[in-house]
């Protein structure tokens, strides 16, 4: 096959996009966080019912988030009393998930010297997700709540669209599920109605080349693997 220059560019915008783990704080121009929105508005949806929903936090905002979050986090008493709104991962894992979890997780914390033994280590590594791993801008997704399981579909699409459109003028993203242990508080200190759902959270920046985290590269199992050709 030929690979014209639009495939070429394509191609190569999602194979270098990655979840980043640590930014640089050099800040991103409204008009910039502006344009991804737009390009990512383009994402499909059943019947274009378009059901996403986004609060840009910079500055003090995202660090008044961020501090409450992470508070709360650190208190065993307090983290216990905050839970999901909805299961992200399944409540058994079964195998290849299973191993797929356990590496990448292993992986990244083998690049940060963080042994299995090293819990205060691992603790504070998933409190950076709290912080938005240090990018300038923090995303929180919300969905209204009369949406049903195919509008959910069509919002990792918008999801997908933001990243790839982020990758492609040179910024970085971390989609974060983490944040949703969080929604009540994430809820009363944004301002968000009852009848909104809060999806998750993304870091938006520019990634820190000097970072060891910043070369994780997950594996992708092939076509020929998860495909079916009938014909």
Known sequence: ??????????DEVIRSRRSIRAFLPTPVAREDIEAVLNIAARAPSGSNTQPWRVYVLTGAARDRLAQKIMNAYLDPAENAAHAEEYPYYP??????YIERRRKVGWDLYALLGLTRDNKSGMQAQHARNFAFFDAPVGLIF??????????WLDYGMFL???MIAAR???????????????????????????????????????????????TLLTERTPAAEF?????
């Open 91 to 96: 409540r058994q894992w079964v195998s290849p």
């Open 160 to 162: 997908q669209t933001l």
């Open 1 to 10: 096959m030929i690979q014209t220059p639009t495939q070429h560019t394509v």
């Open 168 to 214: 492609a003028r040179g910024l970085d993203t971390c989609p974060q599920a983490a944040f949703t242990q969080f929604h009540r508080l994430i809820s009363e200190t944004l301002s968000i109605p009852s009848d909104q759902q809060v999806v998750c959270g993304m870091a938006l920046g520019y990634a820190d080349p000097s970072k060891p985290e910043n």
């Open 142 to 151: 919300t969905i209204d709540r009369v949406m049903d399981q195919g509008s």
């Open 227 to 231: 495909a079916n050709f009938i014909s």
